[in-house]
């Protein structure tokens, strides 16, 4: 893992090296533009009492004491069980005991001090490509400073107790790595869970779509455009994206669409090979009618997939819409009409009990007859719609909004008035 080490004498040494870097380059030397003179100052991380008898201004960073640290004893699991010992680092806070000795030269042991401590508090955190560790000042009552140095059958003197934390031991197997991060994410309400259905099941469906729009459109156009598709609709003739689990199996090998209220039909013959095991692709009939050698009519469907034989097999469904389709859009998609002021528009799908024509939020009124102004009428044949514009319509654009049983259209035409 990051920030971690086998031995913590490296520790040591990197904080040994440190308080070095700090003495050469302190203020307080006179070649540094100080008011001292440099003394020899030599800093070790030995016991106290080894380095009495070595002349000089000794000072000392010895590892005191070593404990666990409790905020990262338990650290979060990673994978489906959690970590045994020797996946799980060992987490630890050092406690370092700092003390000047200089014999009889009180002022030179605590100008090391000085230094010293300086430099810790201006380095509080020490980060390197192995470590990253803080280093902070114990508080120690005189009682407690006077057992430390009883425990050690040594004379007392000038000492500061500091914390290092936190300090990992490398493990001596490596932790799984993070899963990579989601890239998709997909929400359901209430749905049901696929991974209890024996041979899989299925989660959604998706649709690449591109809109035409009008030269110089910005970003701000995009609040015109108020047509929203959830989930997304299909129009016959599209290709749709099926994702799931266990889709190549034999027990999921037919596909089943369900109306709202009606009886499922099978659309096997949707499906397009090679089909893998987390994805199929189906494409819809170009023509509407009766399945499954038409697309269905607009409207909200239930897909799945299953088997009859041997025995009957179906996953969850999922939810998909399917809408009316407008062809022959033009780049840009400006509608224009004919000389009566009649627009005409061409797709596959219109219904003319259930169409609604609506340019932008002003809605048209359905008639059977050809259209008057601020009206519309759908052929027989579901493939033809035209209408005419209200006379009171202000100066603008207008988005050609069809909606066929409550299922909106892709945008396509637009109008200028």
């Not at 640290?69 to 045994?84: E, M």
């Not at 596909?255 to 009606?262: E, Q």
């Not at 759908?378 to 207008?398: C, E, Q, S, W």
Request: hydrophobic share 45%.
């Amino acid at each position: 893992m990051a920030w971690s080490l086998l031995d913590i004498s490296a520790i040591t040494d990197d904080l040994v090296a440190m308080l070095e870097g700090c003495v050469a380059a302190s203020p307080m030397w006179v070649d540094n533009g100080g008011p001292i003179t440099r003394f020899n100052l030599a800093v070790s991380g030995s016991m106290p009492e080894s380095v009495r008898k070595e002349g000089g201004c000794q000072l000392t960073l010895y590892l005191l004491h070593v404990e666990t640290d409790k905020a990262n004893r338990n650290t979060p699991v990673l994978g489906p069980t959690p970590q045994g010992n020797r996946r799980h680092p060992l987490s630890l806070d050092l406690y370092y005991l700092m003390t000047a000795f200089a014999e009889k030269d009180y002022h030179q042991e605590q100008q090391a001090m000085s230094i010293a401590m300086r430099c810790f508090h201006e380095k509080s955190i020490v980060t390197s490509p192995t470590q990253q560790f803080t280093l902070t000042l114990e508080t120690k009552s005189a009682d407690e400073m006077a057992q430390i140095w009883q425990a050690m059958t040594t004379p007392l003197r000038l000492s500061v107790v500091y914390r290092v934390a936190v300090v990992f031991i490398t493990p001596s197997q490596t932790a799984p790595a993070p899963a990579a991060p989601p890239t998709k994410v997909r929400i359901a309400v209430t749905p049901a869970d696929v991974r209890a259905l024996a041979a899989g099941g299925v989660y959604g469906p998706s649709l690449v779509a591109t809109f035409k729009v009008p030269p110089g459109a910005t970003p701000a156009d995009v609040e015109v455009i108020r047509t929203t598709f959830s989930p997304a609709a299909l129009v016959p003739g599209d290709t749709v994206l099926v994702a799931g689990a266990g889709l190549n199996s034999p027990k999921l090998a037919k596909v089943y669409l369900t109306p709202a209220g009606g009886t499922e039909v099978e659309v096997s013959a949707w499906r397009i090979p090679p089909v893998t095991a987390s994805e199929l692709r189906l494409t819809l009939p170009s023509t509407v009618g009766a399945l499954p050698a038409n697309a269905p009519p607009s409207g909200l469907y239930l897909l799945s997939v299953g088997s009859d034989v041997p025995a009957v097999v179906r996953s969850n469904a999922v939810p998909v819409m399917v809408a009316a389709r407008v062809d022959n859009v033009l780049d840009p998609p400006e509608l224009v009409p004919d000389g009566s002021g009649l627009y005409t528009v061409e797709g596959v799908g219109f219904i003319p009990a259930q169409t609604v024509v609506i340019l932008d939020t002003v809605p048209l009124t359905p008639v059977a007859s050809p259209p008057g102004a601020g009206e519309f009428q759908v052929n027989g044949a579901g493939t033809l719609l035209t209408f005419k514009r209200p006379a009171t319509l202000a100066p603008g654009r207008y988005w050609v909004r069809v909606r066929v049983n409550q299922v909106d259209a892709a945008p396509s035409w637009f109008i200028v008035v």
